[in-house]
C-alpha cells in the first residue's frame, strides 16, 4: 500500500522461526530509517477528526444491527421448525391452546423487529466509508510514522541495542527472543505494533501464557490441533475462529491406541478426541453461544467446479461470484492403467499429465493426488520434463492454494484394495479441497473399469459421484450431505435425539397444565 509514492508503514510485525525474526529486526530498521526525516503535525492527522469518529460510530451501529438481523433470521427459523414438528405430532399428542398462542406471538415480535431494521446491504455499510482515498492514505502513512517514530524513545532503549547490534543472527535472534519472552516488553511492542502475526508452534515465544492482546485470530483453524491451538489462544481476551470444517484435519501422529488410553485414563469426552477434531471441530461441538458466520461469497472456482462442492458439502449455501468464462471447465480422462509397478500408482495417468502440461505451457498446473507413491512418480516427471509451471502433491500440501488447472489423479489401479477405496470414497475434506483447487478447469483421471470394481453399487460414494459429475459436465444428480451448521443453517430437530426431546417437552407442558388446573 503506497501514499504518493512512498509505502505505508504499517505496522505490522510477522514473528516466527529464526528466519522470520531476521526478517522482522531488519523490517523495524527500514522502517525507523524510512520515517526518521519526516515531519509529522497534528493538525494533519486531526483533519476531519470528529467527521471519521461520526462514521464510524454509524458504521459500528449498523453492524451490530446487521447481527441482530442475522440472530433474528435464525431464530425465526428454528421458531418455524418448531411449529411445524408441533403440526406433524398434533394426531398423536394433545397440543394446549397456550403452546401455539405464545409460537404466534414470538413469531410477530420477530417479525416485528426484523421489518423495524430493514434489510442491510453492502451498499449501506459503503454510504458510511469515507471514500477519499487519498485523504484516507495520508492519515495512515503519517500515523504509522508517528507510532514508529515511538521507538526511538527511551523505554525502547533495550530493544535499541538489540536492533542496532552488530551480533551474529542467531544470537540477534536468542536477543530479540529473550526480549519477547518479556509480558511488559510485549504491551510496550503493541503501542508500536499493535498486530503480530505469527504461527501456534511459535506463539509461546511472545511473552507470558496470559492475555495480551484484544484478539487472537486464528486462520486455518480446521487444520489446527486442540493441543498446540492453545499457546495463542491464552494470550488474547477474544477468539476469533477462521477455517472451514468440511476441509481438511490436522495430521496427528498421536497412534489410535495410545489416544484410546489416554481418553479412558482422563476421560475425555468425544467433542475433545484430540485425533479425531480439529481446534474449530472442539468449538463447533462445544460452544453454542458465539457467533458463526458464513463466509458465503466464492470467488475462486468456475461455477460448475464448485457446484458439485457446493450441494454436496456445503447445503447450497456459497453464492458464486467467480468471473472464469472457461468453456469446458470440466474434463474427465478415463485411463487404462493396466498392472501398476508399486500400490496406489498410475504410469498411465502420469504420461497424460506430462502430455497434458507439454501443451499447456502457459496456465498454471497443479497436480493432486492422494497418494505418496502416485505424488513421487509424477514430481520425477516434472523434473525430467522441466515443467516449472506445474506442481504436483498430496492433497495437504495444496490446502489455501489455487492454480488455473488442476488435475486430479485417483490413482486407481489392479492393485487398490477395498480398504484403501473405502479410506478415499468418502473423504470428504480430501476429495472437497482437491477439486476446489482449481479456478478455470478440472481435469479428473481415473480408470473407469477399476473404479466400476471398487465402487460395486455402493450408494454412498462421494468419489464415484464426482467422476459421474464430471463425466456428464455437472448434469449427473448429487446426493447432498446435509451439515448441522449454525453458519450453513442449522437444522432444528432434525435426529432423534432432538426429536425425543420436543417429545419430553410438549409432554411437560401439558403435565403442568394439568397441574394448573
Not at 500440501?397 to 489392479?414: N, P
Amino acid at each position: 500500500m503506497k501514499y504518493r509514492g512512498k509505502t505505508i508503514p504499517f505496522p505490522v510485525l510477522r514473528l516466527g522461526n529464526t528466519e522470520k525474526v531476521m526478517e522482522a529486526i531488519k523490517y523495524i530498521n527500514e522502517l525507523r530509517t524510512q520515517v526518521q526525516s519526516l515531519q509529522i503535525f497534528a493538525s494533519t492527522l486531526d483533519k476531519r477528526k470528529d467527521d471519521r469518529i461520526d462514521r464510524a460510530k454509524r458504521l459500528s451501529a449498523r453492524l451490530k444491527e446487521y447481527e441482530e438481523i442475522l440472530d433474528l433470521k435464525e431464530r425465526k427459523e428454528t421458531l418455524t421448525h418448531l411449529m411445524k414438528y408441533q403440526e406433524h405430532m398434533k394426531n398423536t399428542m394433545k397440543l394446549l391452546p397456550f403452546q401455539t398462542d405464545l409460537q404466534g406471538y414470538q413469531m410477530q415480535k420477530l417479525d416485528k423487529r426484523i421489518a423495524a431494521i430493514g434489510e442491510i446491504s453492502d451498499a449501506d455499510a459503503m454510504q458510511l466509508l469515507d471514500r477519499n482515498e487519498d485523504e484516507f492514505y495520508q492519515y495512515l502513512f503519517y500515523t504509522s510514522a508517528r507510532y514508529i517514530k515511538a521507538l526511538e524513545e527511551p523505554k525502547f532503549q533495550e530493544l535499541r541495542q538489540i536492533l542496532d547490534s552488530d551480533e551474529t543472527p542467531e544470537k540477534l535472534v536468542n536477543e530479540f527472543n529473550k526480549y519477547m519472552r518479556k509480558s511488559e516488553n510485549v504491551r510496550k511492542l503493541q503501542r508500536v505494533f499493535p498486530i503480530i502475526i505469527t504461527t501456534c508452534i511459535s506463539a509461546h515465544k511472545i511473552g507470558e501464557p496470559e492475555p495480551l492482546f484484544d484478539m487472537t485470530i486464528m486462520d486455518e483453524a480446521s487444520q489446527c490441533n486442540v493441543a498446540i491451538s492453545l499457546v495463542p489462544i491464552i494470550r488474547g481476551e477474544k477468539l476469533m475462529l477462521v477455517g472451514d470444517p468440511q476441509q481438511l484435519k490436522p495430521v496427528i501422529l498421536l497412534d489410535e491406541l495410545t489416544n484410546r488410553k489416554l481418553r479412558r485414563k482422563y476421560h475425555v469426552a468425544d467433542e475433545y478426541d484430540y485425533r479425531e477434531n480439529s481446534i474449530y471441530k472442539t468449538y463447533l461441538a462445544c460452544d453454542a453461544v458465539s457467533d458463526e458466520i458464513l463466509l458465503r461469497n466464492h470467488y475462486r472456482c468456475n461455477k460448475k467446479i464448485i457446484d458439485f462442492n457446493n450441494k454436496k458439502y456445503y447445503n447450497s449455501k456459497l453464492q458464486v461470484q467467480s468471473d472464469s468464462r472457461e468453456r469446458q471447465p470440466l474434463v474427465y480422462v478415463n485411463v487404462d492403467g493396466g498392472p501398476g509397478d508399486m500400490k496406489n500408482t498410475s504410469p498411465a495417468e502420469v504420461e497424460e499429465i506430462m502430455r497434458y502440461a507439454g501443451e499447456n505451457p502457459d496456465k498454471s498446473i497443479a497436480v493432486i493426488t492422494p497418494f505418496v507413491n502416485q505424488r513421487i512418480l509424477i514430481e520425477r516427471g516434472i523434473k525430467e520434463n522441466g515443467f516449472e509451471h506445474v506442481v504436483c502433491g498430496t492433497v495437504h500440501a495444496f490446502q489455501g492454494d489455487e492454480k488455473d488447472v488442476v488435475l486430479f489423479s485417483t490413482a486407481l489401479s489392479d492393485r487398490t484394495g477395498k480398504g484403501t477405496y473405502d479410506w478415499l470414497k468418502n473423504n470428504k475434506e480430501l476429495i472437497n479441497v482437491a477439486t476446489s483447487r482449481a479456478k478455470d478447469k478440472l481435469i479428473l483421471l481415473a480408470d473407469g473399469k477399476e473404479l466400476e470394481r471398487l465402487h460395486q453399487g455402493n450408494e454412498d460414494d462421494d468419489l464415484y459421484e464426482l467422476v459421474q459429475y464430471v463425466k456428464m459436465n455437472g448434469e449427473s444428480k448429487i446426493t447432498e450431505k446435509h451439515i448441522s451448521s449454525r453458519a450453513l443453517g442449522i437444522q432444528p430437530f432434525s435426529t432423534e435425539t432432538e426429536a425425543a426431546f420436543m417429545k419430553n417437552l410438549t409432554h411437560a407442558l401439558a403435565f403442568c397444565n394439568i397441574l394448573l388446573n
